[in-house]
């Protein structure tokens, strides 16, 4: 965003907040440093995001994965499931246990959506190839996303899938000789020989435009939502 344009945007970033609490906080303290436009980037920063929207009003908000609306909030999310189904088929090719694991962070309808365009897939390509998920119930536990990569290998998947942000997962499957597909970034680098593919969001596009939008005095709400077409989403 910055890199496209140029003197007419600043920004900052706080890394690593926990939802809740420390969420409203930073949030808070953004909107009162004069921020015009502040990006929410976890599912759990939503109703933190709402509150904070709702005592600032003449700041916008733009909210990821959510589903909450106001007058200066909107929200943005990338259709992850198409990359999901596409890599589905990959797995399906790939795979010779006819086993898929899937280590998930939390059952909301994102990762739901994401599980079942993975089987939908399967379905397809390789009848009777299984899906297997164990919930780590974290975005980022290294520790549990190791482990649950390592019970989903022990009971014969042979090919691990994500919805977490450590590269845990991806660094086990290297490590037990499997495959494994990364998620929101290209994961390649953490494993070399076990990495069929990663579903990367490009969240570029969408931030350059609604910045635009705020600079112009266009900027309004709304439910963004771009996929492989738009380029929000690649694999």
Same mark, same amino acid.
């Given at each position: 965003m910055v890199a496209a344009l140029g003197d007419k945007v600043s920004s900052s970033y706080v890394e690593n907040v926990p939802e809740g609490a420390d969420a409203e906080r930073v949030i808070r303290n953004m909107a009162k440093g004069g921020y015009d436009l502040i990006f929410s980037t976890s599912f759990g920063y939503m109703n933190p995001t709402l509150k904070v929207a709702?005592? +600032?009003?003449?700041? @916008? +908000? !733009?909210?990821? $994965?959510?589903? @909450?609306? =106001?007058?200066?909030?909107?929200?943005?999310? *990338?259709? $992850?499931? !198409?990359?999901r189904y596409v890599s589905g088929y990959i797995a399906a090719k790939m795979t010779k246990t006819k086993k898929i694991g899937y280590v998930a962070s939390f059952p909301i309808p994102e990762v739901l959506r994401d599980i079942d365009a993975i089987?939908?897939?399967? /379905? @397809?390509? /390789?009848?009777?190839? !299984?899906? @297997?998920? #164990? %919930? #780590?119930?974290? %975005? +980022? =536990?290294?520790?549990k996303e190791a482990d649950a990569a390592n019970a989903l290998i022990d009971q014969g998947? =042979?090919?691990? +899938?994500?919805? $977490? =942000?450590?590269? *845990?997962?991806?660094?086990? *499957? !290297?490590?037990?000789?499997v495959y494994a597909v990364g998620y929101a970034s290209d994961m390649a680098h953490f494993g070399p020989k076990a990495v069929l593919a990663s579903i990367v969001n490009n969240w570029g596009p969408h931030y350059i435009q609604a910045a635009e939008g705020v600079i112009a005095g266009t900027w309004k709400p709304q439910d963004y939502w771009g996929g492989l077409k738009e380029g929000t989403v690649e694999l």
């Open positions: 709702k005592q +600032f009003p003449k700041v @916008k +908000f !733009e909210h990821a $994965t959510g589903y @909450k609306q =106001d007058k200066n909030m909107g929200t943005y999310l *990338a259709r $992850t499931y !198409e990359g089987q939908l897939a399967l /379905n @397809k390509y /390789n009848p009777g190839t !299984e899906i @297997k998920v #164990v %919930w #780590v119930n974290s %975005w +980022f =536990d290294p520790g998947v =042979d090919v691990v +899938f994500q919805h $977490t =942000d450590s590269p *845990a997962p991806i660094q086990t *499957a !290297e490590r037990r000789g």
